[in-house]
């Protein structure tokens, strides 16, 4: 176990033996069908104890995006628990800089999101509780897809977090486009991407086939996802950056070289931010759009000529694909009624309540398309209504079954590496560098960032 993660458990000395105990009792409990809350009390009244005398306002810390959705999802959990929350609501932009600052500063919030490369820094700093004491913590974890897992649990068995939301990388094409052009469907290799986003240049359907997140702060997920799909495995069980040792990882930079430089892309497609690929979707101004599943949506939200022959298929190649999305992790601080409180929080936001319900994931897959990655998630009647019927659930759940992330990309080095491939891609792209010393480079950086 990490230093970090053992300073968080070891000055509780006697109490904490204490919450063992009463853990057991819970368990035994909720064995009988009790709710956590309810067994708590009852677990109070047979020891003499007072049942508020640990219980107190959560703190619940998230970024804005729906903050008026989070507030009645904390309140409906209050009303059915008894419990009290305050939430406090950061921008997404900064969040990062911002939660840091805080517990920097000494703040503890109780719950909180979080992205999934800073889980890391946080456990090593003892900013969050793990979760691997907490009864049925384990069942949680089993029962995600298995490329999940590495979101929230450590090489070494730590469980950091569970699911704010989840989304896997998909190729997004204009149908119409792909048509006109003469093929008969997407592209399912990299060479066949080339070749369509040629064609459909050479006949003057479209001056710029292909657009992408190729910001510098977005790159390495479109290398992680461009890595995976083509079966090279980015970084070994050690956080090794075993990419380097396969020769496919070079033939990956020269198809990434041979797109941007061939203006087979958006020629500002390495400053273009939402605004801009939104509207070259919806407008038709580009036949391709690599990202996340939940664009589809926002594509269509937004509307446009262009928006009815948007459609989705698997990402180019036989590997998998990139899994994506963030985090709700506790705080260090909790203990007796708040722990239990927070526990019970904490499962009703990030996944199937107590009756069984995906109350919370719900909300957010009708106004986001975004989800959990449970197979469970995917099966229930509810959100299987919830899902515009443009998207077709079938791919979207066996590009889970097959989607993966890479472990090192929750360690604490390794927001430094994302920067590194942002500028040593760039460096390629304009030409001072060739797709073979940028892969040399790029593992090289890992290298040294690990070792700090």
């Not at 950091?160 to 989304?167: C, G, I, R, V």
């Amino acid at each position: 176990m990490r230093e970090g993660s053992k300073s968080q458990h070891s000055d509780r000395g006697d109490g904490d033996r204490a919450s063992f105990g009463r853990r057991g009792f819970l368990q035994g409990a909720m064995g009988l069908g009790l709710s956590l809350p309810a067994a708590a009390a009852l677990l109070a009244a047979c020891s003499g104890e007072d049942p508020e005398a640990t219980r107190r306002t959560l703190r619940f810390v998230g970024w804005d995006f729906l903050p008026d959705t989070i507030q009645t999802h904390l309140d409906t959990w209050a009303a059915v628990s008894g419990g009290t929350v305050e939430l406090e609501v950061l921008p997404v932009t900064g969040y990062p800089a911002a939660i840091q600052t805080r517990f920097r500063g000494g703040d503890r919030p109780d719950l909180f999101y979080n992205f999934t490369y800073l889980l890391g820094q946080f456990l090593e700093n003892g900013w969050n509780r793990t979760l691997n004491d907490l009864p049925g913590v384990e069942e949680r974890i089993d029962a995600l897809y298995p490329g999940a897992r590495s979101r929230f649990v450590t090489a070494d068995g730590q469980i950091t977090s569970l699911p704010y939301f989840s989304a896997v990388f998909m190729n997004h094409y204009n149908a119409a486009m792909v048509e006109q052009a003469g093929f008969s469907g997407p592209p399912q290799t990299l060479q066949e991407y080339y070749d369509q986003c040629a064609k459909i240049k050479a006949d003057g359907i479209s001056d710029a086939p292909y657009e992408s997140s190729w910001l510098n702060e977005r790159i390495e997920e479109y290398l992680m996802a461009t890595l995976l799909g083509e079966g090279i495995t980015p970084f070994d069980d050690a956080a090794q950056p075993v990419f380097a040792d396969d020769p496919r990882s070079v033939d990956v930079l020269e198809w990434w070289r041979a797109m941007y430089q061939d203006g087979l892309t958006s020629p500002t497609i390495l400053t273009d931010d939402n605004p801009e690929l939104i509207g070259g979707m919806t407008q038709g101004t580009f036949a391709f759009y690599a990202g996340h599943d939940y664009w589809l949506k926002i594509f269509n939200d937004v509307g446009g000529p262009a928006a009815a022959d948007l459609r989705m298929a698997p990402m180019p190649g036989a590997g998998q694909t990139l899994l994506a999305g963030e985090v709700v992790q506790m705080g260090p601080d909790l203990e007796g009624t708040a722990l239990n409180d927070a526990w019970d929080l904490l499962k009703f936001y990030t996944g199937a309540d107590n009756d069984g319900n995906f109350t919370v994931p719900l909300t957010w897959v009708e106004a986001a398309a975004l989800a959990v990655p449970y197979p469970s998630f995917f099966e229930d009647p509810a959100i299987q209504a919830a899902y515009p019927d443009y998207y077709d659930l079938g791919v979207i759940t066996s590009e889970y079954d097959r989607a993966g992330t890479p472990a090192a990309r929750a360690l604490s080095w390794y927001q430094g590496f994302q920067v590194k491939v942002g500028e040593r891609v760039n460096d390629m792209l304009a030409g001072d560098a060739t797709p073979a010393e940028t892969v040399a480079n790029m593992a090289d950086d890992a290298v040294e960032l690990a070792a700090g």
